[in-house]
């Protein structure tokens, strides 16, 4: 299954994130792994600095309406 990927902001060649919300690593070739938080909220850590992965996906796409975002808020 092929989901469209971009450029994660200040890390281009490093990461890329998905339309649903997937952060991909490039020089593994794997799917990092999303964490919880106490509030529900998905985070990843990248080069010793955590991330809302909804955040990520904000920058990167943008566009809201009729998103494929699969995180919780």
């Given at each position: ?12 060649g490093l ?46 796409f943008g ?10 808020e």
């Amino acid at each position: 299954m092929d989901e469209q990927r971009v450029p994660i902001e200040g890390y281009e060649g490093l990461y890329e994130i998905s339309a649903t919300g997937r952060v991909f690593s490039l020089s593994t070739n794997r799917y990092r792994v999303r964490k919880g938080d106490e509030y529900g909220y998905r985070w990843v850590k990248l080069s010793k600095k955590n991330f809302r992965t909804k955040e990520l996906w904000e920058k990167a796409f943008g566009d809201v309406r009729g998103c494929q975002y699969r995180g919780q808020e």
